[in-house]
């Protein structure tokens, strides 16, 4: 199956801080997702972003097919963004969504 | 609109039990995918249902189990459990197949405890 790496696997940020978390990918994919999971252990759908670049609010992501290779921004972070961010994707058989072992992030006041 | 519900919250049980763990998807969904996270990783895909079949499996034993219903809801079945399979055990459904959708809503998962 596809091989998902995501970097760094843990980051510790001052409230109001910006960050970029990276996920690379091993082979060709038509379907890129980024989740958030709280500490509750909900996952959020933050974005679907198989290429290009989207933004919503202080999230942005940009995905390079190419390269093989997604970038999750965060700006100006609050501590409600602390959780685990994962970046999954999909391969053409279409059976499931491959996720990363996430990045880890804490948000102090 | 109603979200994706699992029931129960939380579990326990014993090494040699089975345990079966529920999920209603999201009104209009037709597929629902049962994803197993251990502590500290990514959750890992263990099958999907489409249209009240299995269309896909990931790499688990066949005493993983499920069935999906003529309402689209969702059962997933463990025999024999073992040490191993205290993870959260988190259900998604979708429009279309889970790889190929653009999006995907998870339940808040059940979390599994085998003693």
């Known amino acids: 199956g596809i091989q998902v790496e995501q970097s760094p696997p843990d980051l510790i940020l001052q409230e109001g801080a910006n960050s970029t978390l990276r996920c690379n990918f091993s082979?060709?994919?038509?379907?890129l997702q980024w989740f958030h999971q709280n500490p509750w252990g909900q996952l959020i759908n933050l974005f679907y972003i198989p290429s290009g670049t989207k933004q919503n609010g202080r999230l942005s992501a940009t995905t390079v097919a190419t390269e093989r290779y997604s970038l999750l921004y965060i700006s100006s972070s609050q501590t409600t963004d602390s959780g685990v961010y994962f970046c999954a994707v999909g391969s053409n058989s279409g059976y499931a969504l491959n996720f990363g072992k996430g990045t880890s992030l804490l948000v102090t006041p | 609109e109603t979200g994706v519900t699992q029931s129960p919250t939380h579990l326990i049980k014993t090494r040699g039990q089975q345990v079966t763990l529920r999920c209603s998807s999201q009104?209009?969904?037709?597929?629902v995918s049962w994803y197993q996270q251990a502590l500290g990783q990514g959750p890992q895909f263990i099958f999907q249902?489409?249209?009240?079949?299995?269309?896909g499996r990931g790499n688990f034993p066949p005493r993983f189990s499920g069935l999906q219903f003529p309402n689209y809801s969702s059962e997933l079945n463990v025999n024999a459990l073992e040490l191993d399979d205290s993870a959260l055990y988190l259900c998604?459904?979708?429009?279309?197949?889970?790889?190929?959708?653009?999006?995907?809503?998870f339940g808040p998962g059940t979390r599994l405890t085998v003693l």
């Open positions: 009104s209009g969904h037709n597929t």
């Open positions: 998604a459904s979708s429009w279309g197949l889970a790889g190929l959708t653009d999006t995907q809503y």
């Open positions: 249902y489409y249209r009240e079949e299995e269309n």
């Open positions: 082979d060709s994919v038509n379907n």
